[in-house]
């Protein structure tokens, strides 16, 4: 009885063995096999972590970010309160017609401006207010030449005065009925201006000697003298170019004859101004004032003026623009 147990128990034991060796056995190639998708697993799963070190980032420099950013928001301040930025950085205010939208082309036809009536400008599609800008011109004396000469009209678009070109004949006699009432306005400041050289010195000059210079009339010499005042002053001749109002083909005209002899400014005490001292200049606005004004509150007063160009929206432009009206004595 005993050798019949120990039998079975023997037997039982062989076959646990191979059914274990059957069922969980490899053959040498199995196990090349099971370690080398072993070492792929592990590979893909340190692969991510060894990305920085073959592929670099690309680098970002935040601070010239932040600084456009800030010049970017300066700009939009000043839009709002009506500055717009034209030409080489130049401070004017927004005109109210600014022009926008379709315009009424209206009919077309010969005409001479000299002689034509305010129903045939609003015939050929000119706007009431150009009309009235039209009519003043005549009756002051001022006549038209040659065709190009409406374009010097206020108000009169590029693509109208491209539109009427063409269809304006102008009478070599000016002496009809329509101007015979004028002629004590013969003379001509037009004339007068331009066949006479005048020096006149922008930070001196009054009204009078502004009109005195072509194309300059009583509403830009005005305009000329209070962006002055609101400047403190202007340090070169180009800053009358950014009149509000002063198209830059008459600014070249008069530029010959503007000159500085005196250049004292009045300036601004970056260490003791507040914002509303410095926001009403042309130059600074509130974006600017309030930054220039935040920055000596949290690092103190300023040493030079210089030390504005610390501050993120003041750019190597605006400094040199503002510059000469600060100071910190």
């Given at each position: 009885?005993?050798e ?29 096999g ?32 932040a ?8 700009k939009q ?15 004017e ?25 305010a ?41 109208e ?6 269809y304006?004949?102008?009478k ?13 306005y ?10 006479v ?18 194309g300059?009339?009583?509403k ?26 002063l ?11 503007l ?67 600060l100071t910190?004595?």
């Amino acid at each position: 009885m005993q050798e019949i147990v120990s039998t079975l128990v023997t037997y039982s034991v062989t076959m646990s063995k191979r059914f274990i060796a059957d069922y969980f056995g490899f053959t040498k190639k199995e196990r090349t096999g099971i370690f080398v998708l072993l070492l792929l697993i592990g590979f893909f799963i340190i692969l991510p972590f060894l990305f920085p070190f073959f592929i670099k980032e690309k680098t970002f420099d935040h601070i010239a970010f932040a600084k456009a950013i800030d010049s970017l928001k300066v700009k939009q301040a000043d839009n709002a309160d009506g500055y717009v930025n034209r030409n080489a950085g130049k401070f004017e205010q927004r005109s109210s017609t600014t022009y926008s939208g379709p315009q009424n082309k209206g009919e077309l036809f010969y005409f001479d401006p000299n002689t034509a009536s305010a129903a045939d400008w609003k015939r050929l599609g000119i706007r009431d207010k150009t009309i009235a800008t039209i009519s003043n011109y005549l009756s002051k004396g001022g006549k038209f030449y040659r065709k190009e000469d409406i374009g010097k009209i206020w108000g009169l678009h590029q693509d109208e005065i491209d539109r009427l070109i063409p269809y304006i004949q102008i009478k070599n006699d000016h002496s009809t009925a329509t101007f015979s009432a004028e002629k004590k306005y013969e003379p001509r400041q037009y004339n007068t201006k331009s066949s006479v050289a005048i020096a006149v010195d922008i930070n001196l000059a009054d009204t009078t000697a502004f009109i005195a210079l072509p194309g300059i009339g009583s509403k830009l010499s005005q305009r000329i003298i209070n962006f002055r005042e609101k400047l403190g002053g202007f340090y070169k001749v180009e800053q009358i170019g950014e009149t509000f109002g002063l198209a830059d083909s008459t600014f070249q005209k008069i530029k010959p004859s503007l000159m500085i002899s005196k250049d004292q400014l009045r300036t601004i005490n970056i260490n003791v101004a507040t914002v509303d001292e410095m926001k009403s200049h042309p130059y600074l606005r509130y974006a600017l004032a309030n930054a220039i004004i935040q920055y000596r509150l949290q690092h103190g007063n300023y040493l030079e003026v210089e030390g504005i160009k610390k501050i993120m929206a003041i750019t190597e432009e605006i400094y040199n623009k503002v510059s000469p009206y600060l100071t910190v004595n």
